[in-house]
């Protein structure tokens, strides 16, 4: 019997950490899988990743869903979403999938979901349950109540998704497919005599006001510490979230002044940007990247603002919640020194399609039972579920281990 998956890609990021699960799936005679792929992975400002993605697996089947920018609208991410959700409930009835597996926490995977869900089709879910701090935390849980199976990547996700109600048979914890796609091409080659760091500043939209003080303050410190140590910094062009082209005039106007030192750097393929990353001296800014991919490879990083203030991290990680021009210098030097920090498991070692294809496999899919399960009924063993959520509440603000 062949299994009928859909499996929805809506920008880099998603198809960066599902390019594991693709090499794994693109031989197997058991699945069959349609790729849905819409907003910027079809939009040229980003690249058009949807065309190198079909080039790169051309075993597997597409549906491109027709695409608007509406780039001069305030609402744009609004407007995107409810086209997003027109179109792919209109191709879901077509295909029929048993399945359909939505990643993370991009604004574009709501919606998704949302289609899926009302159609009864049962819902995977990949990277639910992390905290990161930031508005993807309303989406990534928003999708985890709309979702039927999940797949987390850390224990701790899978704990709190088990205090947010899902039920404990339908929660499994595999690791992280970014991190496996590191693992399987051997992404860890690194030269002391590379002269360059990265840095990837995305929009805070919950600090709109102080995320202009904070690029402000991280060109200023980059563009001198660059100067003293004849060094280039990569930056890489900001997400789609509301406030990118404020942070975008902001950078023009510097990197005209500085090309020596600050080198732009727009939608790299998955293996080019980790290789990249992997070679740099440090990265810098507020990218997941920085805390999950970063933490295996142990590329030491710099985490500005308030965007990942609770995300799970590991060693090397420094944070910096309030980026001032001195603090920043001595954040640049220290990780600059240290070279490379010692690989963490925390998001896995590196085996996840595996696990995750093997327990879509075997499940029977079937939507019964209740949606969520309350708090007096969650746990029959006589815990009490929500001062178990308030205790992870507390361990997420207070566990986590800095860069020493």
């Known amino acids: 019997m062949v299994d009928k998956w859909v499996l929805g890609l809506f920008n880099r990021a998603t198809y960066s950490r599902m390019k594991a699960f693709l090499d794994y799936c693109r031989d197997r005679k058991d699945i069959d899988l349609t790729i849905i792929l819409g907003s910027s992975m079809l939009d040229e400002e980003y690249g058009e990743a949807g065309k190198e993605l079909m080039q790169e697996y051309k075993d597997y089947e597409y549906v491109c869903l027709p695409y608007k920018s509406y780039k001069s609208e305030k609402n744009r991410i609004n407007l995107i979403s409810a086209d997003i959700l027109k179109h792919t409930g209109e ?171 600050l080198v732009k750097a727009i939608n790299k393929k998955p293996f080019e940007f980790l290789r990249q990353m992997a070679g740099s001296r440090f990265i810098v800014g507020n990218s997941s990247a920085a805390i999950r991919e970063a933490s295996f490879i142990g590329v030491p990083a710099i985490n500005v603002g308030n965007r990942q203030d609770v995300r799970e991290r590991s060693w090397n990680v420094l944070d910096l919640p309030e980026p001032e021009y001195d603090s920043l210098i001595d954040a640049y030097n220290h990780q600059w020194g240290k070279k490379r920090y010692k690989r963490s498991n925390l998001f896995g070692s590196g085996d996840a399609s595996r696990k995750i294809v093997a327990i879509l496999q075997k499940t029977n899919f079937e939507l019964k039972g209740p949606i969520t399960y309350p708090f007096n009924i969650l746990y029959r063993d006589g815990h009490n579920a929500e001062k178990d959520y308030f205790k992870l509440e507390s361990k997420y603000k207070m566990g986590y281990t800095r860069a020493k």
């Open 91 to 261: 191709y879901l009835i077509q295909i029929n999938p048993t399945v359909v597996i939505a990643v993370a926490d991009r604004f574009e995977t709501l919606p998704f979901v949302t289609a899926a869900a009302y159609l009864n089709i049962p819902v995977a879910h990949v990277q639910g349950g992390e905290v990161s701090g930031n508005i993807d935390d309303k989406i990534r849980n928003a999708c985890t109540k709309m979702s039927d199976y999940h797949f987390v990547t850390t224990d701790m996700s899978l704990k709190y998704l088990e205090a947010m109600g899902e039920e404990k048979s339908r929660i499994f914890n595999p690791g992280c497919t970014a991190v496996e796609y590191v693992k399987k091409n051997r992404i860890f080659r690194w030269d002391d005599k590379n002269l360059y760091f990265i840095c990837m500043f995305h929009p805070d939209t919950k600090n709109l006001k102080e995320q202009l003080v904070h690029t402000e303050a991280l060109l200023k410190s980059i563009v001198d510490f660059c100067f003293h140590k004849n060094c280039k910094c990569i930056w890489y062009w900001p997400n789609a979230d509301r406030g990118r082209e404020d942070i975008i005039n902001l950078l023009r106007d510097w990197f005209e002044k500085y090309p020596y030192y």
